[in-house]
C-alpha cells in the first residue's frame, strides 16, 4: 500500500476511529486500526466487537494493499505532525510515514486477522438533515441512562420511530429524559430500538468532529448503522423489552411553578455547597415564591428564596440536586416548568415523580424522583 494525503484529513479520521479502541489483552488485533485502499480512498477502520467504525479519507494512490497497526501510537504521531502531505507505505507488515522532515516506522500486524466489520446494506429507516440539531438533541437524553448490567434495556437509549418524528429516551429509574424530533424525514417504517449508550455517546462526538449535512439510520440483523459523509458508525442493539416509561409521566398536577431557569440553576448550585452525602436539596413552595434550603451537621445550612409564578397548593420536596441540574442544564428557554405531586398522606412527596420542561418550546421533557422522605 502507498498513499499520499493531507495530514489534517487523516489526522480527522483517525481520531474518529481511534476512540473506541481499548487495551485488549486477551485479542491484541483489536488495539489496532486497519487501513487499507477501498474504492480509491484509504479506510481506516477499528472494532471493539460491539461497536464498529469506518472512516474514509482522499489522497494519491499509487499502491493497494492494507496492514494493521497500532491506534494510539498511529494517531499521536500523526497528530503532532505539521499540516502538510503524508506518505504512507506498507512493507512487511511494517508502516512507514514521511511528512516534511519527520519519518517513521510503525509495527504492525496482518489485516488478514483484522475482525470483520458488519456490511449493512439495507435502505435508511430514517434520514436526518441536521447534524448540529441531532448532536444537540442526542446530548440532552444520553447522560440519563443508566451503567447496568442487571437491566441492559436501562444501559440504552429507546429510539422510537414514527412516520414523521423521533423520540429519543433514557432513564435509570431516578430520572428520564424524553426528545421528540418533528422535523425529519422518515422512511415510514415503525421501529423501536434500544441502542447502547456508549455508542450514541460516539455519535455525538462524531457529529462534533465531523459535522454531516445527512444521518442515515440504517437498521440490520440486530444492528444499527450511522451512515455520514465519510464515515459508518455500526453498533449491536440490546435486546429486551424497554419499560412503559409513559405511564410514570403525570399528566395533571397539584402545584405549578414557573420560574428564571438561570436564577434556580444558581440557587441549587450554592445549596449544593451545603448538601448532605446524599446530595440533598429541599424545595419549599409558597405562593409566589420559592424556598431553596440544604443543609449538613457538620457543614452547616444554607437557605435562599427567589421569586416564582405558583399555582396550586403550598408543599415541600427534596431532591438530588445533582439530577435536578442536569435536568435544567438541558433546557435553552428563559423560563422553566416545574409540575409537583404530593402524595395521598401528606405534603411531601415521597415517590410521586416531578416534571422539568421548557417554556414556550415543546419537544423535552424532563422526569426526577424525589427523594424519600
Known amino acids: 500500500m502507498k498513499i499520499t494525503c493531507l495530514q489534517e484529513n487523516l489526522k480527522t479520521n483517525l481520531n474518529i476511529a481511534q476512540n473506541i479502541v481499548g487495551k485488549n489483552l486477551t485479542l491484541p488485533i483489536l488495539n489496532n486500526l486497519l487501513l487499507e485502499i477501498d474504492s480509491g480512498r484509504l479506510k481506516i477502520s477499528s472494532t471493539n466487537l460491539e461497536i464498529g467504525i469506518n472512516t474514509w479519507t482522499s489522497g494519491k494512490i499509487e499502491k493497494t494493499g492494507s496492514i494493521t497497526c497500532p491506534a494510539k501510537i498511529?494517531?499521536?504521531?500523526?497528530?503532532?505532525?505539521?499540516n502538510k502531505k503524508i506518505e504512507l507505505e506498507t512493507k512487511d507488515n511494517t508502516l512507514f510515514i514521511k511528512c516534511d522532515n519527520y519519518k517513521a516506522a510503525i509495527k504492525g500486524l496482518s489485516a488478514d486477522d483484522f475482525p470483520l466489520i458488519p456490511k449493512i446494506k439495507e435502505k435508511p429507516i430514517f434520514v436526518f438533515k441536521k447534524s448540529e440539531v441531532l448532536k444537540n438533541d442526542l446530548n440532552k437524553i444520553v447522560g440519563s441512562a443508566a451503567l447496568s448490567e442487571s437491566r441492559p434495556e436501562f444501559s440504552g437509549i429507546?429510539?422510537?420511530?414514527?412516520?414523521?418524528?423521533?423520540?429519543?429516551?433514557?432513564?435509570?429509574?431516578?430520572?428520564?429524559?424524553?426528545?421528540?424530533?418533528?422535523?425529519a424525514n422518515s422512511g415510514g417504517q415503525l421501529n423501536s430500538l434500544i441502542i447502547p449508550q456508549r455508542t450514541i455517546q460516539e455519535l455525538i462526538r462524531i457529529l462534533g468532529e465531523k459535522p454531516s449535512q445527512e444521518i442515515k439510520f440504517i437498521l440490520g440483523d440486530n444492528q444499527i448503522l450511522f451512515e455520514l459523509d465519510e464515515v459508518q458508525l455500526i453498533s449491536r442493539l440490546i435486546d429486551g423489552q424497554y419499560p412503559d416509561y409513559q405511564q410514570i409521566i403525570p399528566k395533571n398536577f397539584e402545584t405549578k411553578v414557573t420560574l428564571s431557569k438561570d436564577e434556580f440553576i444558581n440557587n441549587i448550585r450554592i445549596a449544593s455547597i451545603f448538601s448532605s452525602k446524599i446530595n440533598d436539596v429541599k424545595l419549599v413552595v409558597r405562593p409566589e415564591k420559592i424556598e431553596i434550603l440544604s443543609q449538613d451537621p457538620d457543614l452547616g445550612e444554607n437557605k435562599s428564596q427567589m421569586a416564582a409564578r405558583v399555582q396550586g397548593k403550598s408543599m415541600e420536596i427534596i431532591f438530588n440536586f445533582r439530577y435536578l441540574m442536569e435536568g435544567l442544564a438541558n433546557?435553552?428557554?428563559?423560563?422553566?416548568?416545574?409540575?409537583?405531586?404530593?402524595?395521598e398522606q401528606g405534603t411531601s412527596p415521597k415517590s410521586n415523580p416531578a416534571i422539568v420542561k421548557p417554556v414556550g418550546e415543546e419537544g423535552y421533557l424532563y422526569v426526577v424522583m424525589p427523594i424519600k422522605t
Not at 74 to 82: E, I, R, T, Y
Not at 161 to 173: L, P, Y
Open 74 to 82: 498511529l494517531s499521536s504521531f500523526v497528530n503532532n505532525l505539521p
Open 331 to 343: 433546557i435553552g428557554t428563559k423560563q422553566v416548568f416545574l409540575g409537583l405531586n404530593s402524595d
Open 158 to 183: 429507546l429510539f422510537k420511530i414514527a412516520k414523521e418524528s423521533i423520540k429519543f429516551v433514557a432513564t435509570d429509574s431516578f430520572r428520564l429524559a424524553e426528545k421528540t424530533i418533528i422535523r
